[in-house]
């Protein structure tokens, strides 16, 4: 869900047509929505958090998503389109501190699309609902000539019920705040490129996707009045998503680049390809922001959820360098990491 | 918001690939929800509505409603996809009882668009919004590459809080309930098909897309313990609605054939083409099974709403012919009205 971002600068969108990184989650992303879309739909008066739209319902506070999945190809190892689509928009839901209540489901299908692929992926959808413990309570379906979408798209709403015990939000980070990271970045990305056959690369890796419900209710129960932000940084990947914190809470974040957790053939494929496994998407992970006090219990909390062993303090939140991120090495180096610019790749979720 | 409707009868789907017809809204259609995606994605604990789900959150009763628009071209005499998105998805709320809180839009975008026409959209989304008086607050963007979609398409979601004055649904219709129609039939869908101009016709019409909100207050008003059942007849037209009205409520509807608002145009068109006015779409028309002795306010309060001038009472519930639409002409003659069937119009919303 992102739509809507805060637009504390002017951006404006003059780009005579629509390219391939206009939808990869980076900077040109960024000019269309903040430049044309959240200028015209924009709503002053209800607050927006980056992943979920935060409404009050006669006195409860009622967190809404909504994400399009248009991933290529529509199966990979570890996942697909189905369940890509149920655990993104409960993990969207989960990062703002909500408990899903409920999903729908629209689809886009495109004539000629096999019958039993469509089964495959409506069961992989149930499956994946039935694990984060969720139910799909209606929807809408389209059918488009052959030729005109891609096998199917789906697009996947989302409503929860915010815990009242959390209060997330860019603007509660302070200087001294942790950073935790749930485990390795960079799976998902780099399994879609590899399953796309484009590249002359076999590696053992499967998508990470999965629901972070577990490991938001551990934290929430351990360490909820220390928790002040949290995003699962899928487009665009763990860079994009702290320069987005950057810059909304005008603060810097210092990573400890020796501290990244990422799998040696997702390093391998990052290396060949010339990309940044920060800029890599996941669909698993999650970044919090944890004040100092509960740092520790909530990183211990994680890791006693069942796949959160590799989570990690990623880094912290300082004043300077302001509306920066920045990553430090162990040999006393330091890089600037900015968000992803242009679109390396395309339709990743 | 069709995925998920009452499935009383056992329908299988062992079609081998999708075909337009499965978008279409009628019986193929049918055979796809029901036979393959309810049984894997129902959940039985929850009260389902054709044209919304119903949720509780903490003691309010919430409507959720998805739908996606796919219709070609993008722009047509009285409206255009952006505005569909919106007053389509505000219509699926209103005659759920519901009045809109925010609606969320998600954009599949194919590379390509000129930036121009996506300004033009989102215009007509923020013009739409505003008037039936609703917040965008939040959504998604992607983009596919040039030949893997169609311009543009936009999936809408909306949450609205259902008024409590009205209790809705198929089984709360009696026989002897009236039925109304807020105006003309067939307007949207006959528009779309002259835009195309695959047809060597012409006529002055125009989309009757339009929030149906004013109209559902003034019944609110007026008639809310009166107000057994509404639905906007979108794909499939005012036979589809009232199938499966009938099919839901076991009891039967007789139409007055010579009641049916119709205008001429249409009706040309619709001659030419060998279609039934009662199977084409409309996107600013709804349909409301009023008890009798509301039935005359009812009317009266859609009449003084400004475009409902040409409302009516279009027939009534009996008992019999059991689960049968009828109409029934002016020289005594009468014929089943059936779902549609196959697609004659593909992409019209």
Not at 71 to 89: A, H
Not at 240 to 260: F, M, P, Q, S, W
Request: hydrophobic residues 45%; glycine residues 12%; negative net charge.
């Amino acid at each position: 869900m992102e739509l809507l971002g805060r637009s504390d600068t002017a951006v404006r969108f003059r780009d005579p047509q629509i390219e391939m990184a206009h939808g990869a989650g980076g900077k040109v992303s960024r000019r269309l929505i903040e430049g044309l879309i959240v200028p015209l739909l924009q709503n002053p008066a209800l607050e927006r958090l980056s992943d979920a739209a935060l409404l009050d319902v006669n006195g409860s506070c009622v967190a809404t998503t909504a994400d399009a999945y248009v991933v290529k190809p529509l199966r990979f190892s570890g996942g697909s389109i189905g369940e890509l689509s149920i655990n993104g928009t409960v993990n969207d839901l989960a990062v703002s501190g909500a408990r899903p209540l409920a999903l729908m489901a629209a689809f886009i299908l495109e004539a000629g699309l096999p019958g039993d692929d469509l089964r495959r992926e409506v069961e992989a959808m149930a499956h994946a609902a039935r694990r984060a413990g969720v139910v799909v309570v209606g929807g809408d379906t389209k059918v488009v000539e052959h030729g005109f979408a891609d096998g199917m798209y789906v697009t996947t709403f989302g409503i929860g019920l915010v815990d009242p015990r959390v209060s997330l939000g860019a603007d509660k980070v302070r200087a001294g705040d942790k950073l935790i990271l749930s485990g390795p970045i960079g799976d998902h990305g780099i399994t879609i490129l590899l399953a796309r056959g484009e590249l002359d690369l076999e590696a053992d890796l499967s998508s990470d996707t999965r629901p972070l419900t577990p490991f938001i209710d551990a934290l929430i129960a351990t360490a909820a009045p220390g928790l002040r932000w949290m995003r699962d940084p899928t487009r665009g990947g763990v860079a994009t998503a702290l320069n987005e914190l950057v810059r909304e809470c005008k603060l810097g974040v210092v990573l400890h680049e020796d501290a990244i957790p990422v799998r040696d053939e997702v390093r391998g494929a990052c290396e060949i390809l010339g990309l940044d496994p920060l800029h890599i998407a996941n669909e698993g992970q999650f970044l919090a922001v944890v004040a100092p006090e509960y740092a520790d219990a909530a990183l211990a909390a994680i890791r006693r959820t069942p796949g959160g062993e590799r989570s990690c303090f990623l880094g912290e939140i300082r004043s300077e360098p302001a509306r920066t991120v920045v990553a430090l090495t162990a040999y006393g180096g330091s890089r600037v990491v900015d968000m992803l610019v242009g679109d390396p790749l395309p339709r990743i979720c």
